[in-house]
Structure formats: structure tokens, C-alpha cells
């Protein structure tokens, strides 16, 4: 299967709550990014954590990475209605010249007033 | 911060019409651009990498002669969808490699062939 799987696919919480996105990989990894997508428009880099990083924060964002899982978590606190997005995990594999990044799936979030 | 600018937004055409996309890095210099493709509610495909001043490396199954990249300068790659068809019809996207690792996205081109 697809390296960088996100779950849940969708998710539909309350303007207020706490959204907590899952993504899974299987190969080692140089480091770990999550983006936003809007719909029908480009992604947005939110925060990188590198595979010696084990939780990164960024105003509302949190990140975790368990390199032992293989297994990254992106948590948005407070949310609110702006928040409502496409959230992709991306894993870079290289580190060098072979650079590229892999999406996974996506997860829909959606944030209800 | 960096900023990339995708040219045109949307593009409705007959079939057997050839299509460029440009993507611009507007301030900074991208030695590195990448064009995805994707389909509705689904994630983003690698097509190809753009390299300045060589020729673009084009992942498995992509067609090089369909798909024509162009990377003249430090700030411009082109897409060019040659004899496009209805099944090309997609949401292409462009981005360039920034530092750290990270990726700077255009806001995407809607190909529409009829």
C-alpha cells in the first residue's frame, strides 16, 4: 500500500474541539511534513519534524512522530470553521538529490460553527 | 514568504488542443520545481521533477512525450499537455523546493478537455 496513509479519511467535529489526524509509512524517512489543501487550491506547508524529533508545536498545531510506529500525528486544538481543509502528510525519503516528497491520502476535516 | 504563482487557473478546450501551465517562483530562486496531477478527492501523483537546465526526470508510467516540462530558467517551469483528451482532464498542480525540504505550492490549473 501507499506510503503515507492518513486517517481518518474524513472527520467532522464542533467549531471549539480538538481534531487529531493519524498518518502511517513504511520506509525510513529524512523527515515528515503535514500541508492543508483548501479546496481546488494548492497545499500549504504547515510544520516539518525531522525523524530525530519526536513532537513539534506551532501555534495551534502539534505534531508527534514515533519513528518506531512509523507513525506521525497531527492534533489541531481550539478549532475553528477556518480550519476546514484537506490535511495531507508528506514523507521525504532522501535527504539528498534524490529529494521528493509522498502524499498520502488525506484527511477532510470539517469544522461545523 | 515564498511565493509561487501558477498560470492559468482554469482551461477548458477541445480535444487535440495542446495546454501550457507555467508555475513561477516569484521570489526566490527554484532550481527544482515538481508537477502533480490529481483526481478529485484524492491525493497528489508525482508526475515528474523539473530540473533547471536539464531534463525533467518523469516518474513510472507517465508519458514523457505527452507530458512536456520545460525548466528554461531559475524561476519558471513550464507543463505543456500536448494533444490533450478528455481523460487528461485534472487538477494539475506545481510546486518548487524550497529550504529546509520543504515545498511551495501554485494554487493548481482545472484542465477541462472536451
Known amino acids: 500500500s501507499q506510503q503515507g496513509e492518513e486517517d481518518p479519511q474524513a472527520l467532522s467535529i464542533q467549531e471549539g474541539e480538538n481534531a487529531t489526524m493519524n498518518c502511517s509509512y513504511k520506509?525510513?524517512?529524512?523527515?515528515l511534513q503535514w500541508y492543508r489543501q483548501n479546496s481546488g487550491r494548492g497545499l500549504v506547508h504547515l510544520i516539518l519534524?525531522?525523524?530525530?524529533?519526536r513532537e513539534k508545536h506551532s501555534g495551534r498545531l502539534r505534531v508527534t512522530l514515533d519513528t518506531s510506529k512509523k507513525s506521525s500525528s497531527l492534533l489541531i486544538t481550539a478549532s475553528r470553521a477556518a480550519d476546514t481543509a484537506s490535511y495531507f502528510c508528506a514523507t521525504d525519503l532522501s535527504g539528498g538529490s534524490n529529494y521528493k516528497l509522498t502524499f498520502g491520502k488525506g484527511t477532510l476535516l470539517t469544522v461545523n460553527p | 514568504g515564498a511565493v509561487v504563482s501558477q498560470h492559468p487557473s482554469r482551461v477548458i478546450c477541445k480535444s487535440g488542443t495542446s495546454v501550457k501551465i507555467e508555475c513561477r517562483s516569484l521570489?526566490?530562486?527554484?532550481?527544482?520545481m515538481f508537477w502533480y496531477r490529481q483526481f478529485p478527492k484524492q491525493s497528489l501523483m508525482l508526475m515528474a521533477t523539473s530540473n533547471e537546465g536539464s531534463k525533467a526526470t518523469y516518474e513510472q508510467g507517465v508519458e514523457k512525450d505527452k507530458f512536456l516540462i520545460n525548466h528554461a530558467s531559475l524561476t519558471l517551469s513550464t507543463l505543456t499537455v500536448t494533444s490533450a483528451h478528455p481523460e487528461d482532464s485534472s487538477f494539475y498542480i506545481c510546486s518548487a523546493r524550497g529550504t529546509g525540504g520543504i515545498q511551495h505550492f501554485g494554487d493548481g490549473t482545472r484542465l477541462s478537455i472536451l
Open positions: 521570489d526566490f530562486q527554484a532550481t527544482t
Open positions: 519534524i525531522r525523524s530525530n524529533e
Open positions: 520506509t525510513s524517512i529524512n523527515n
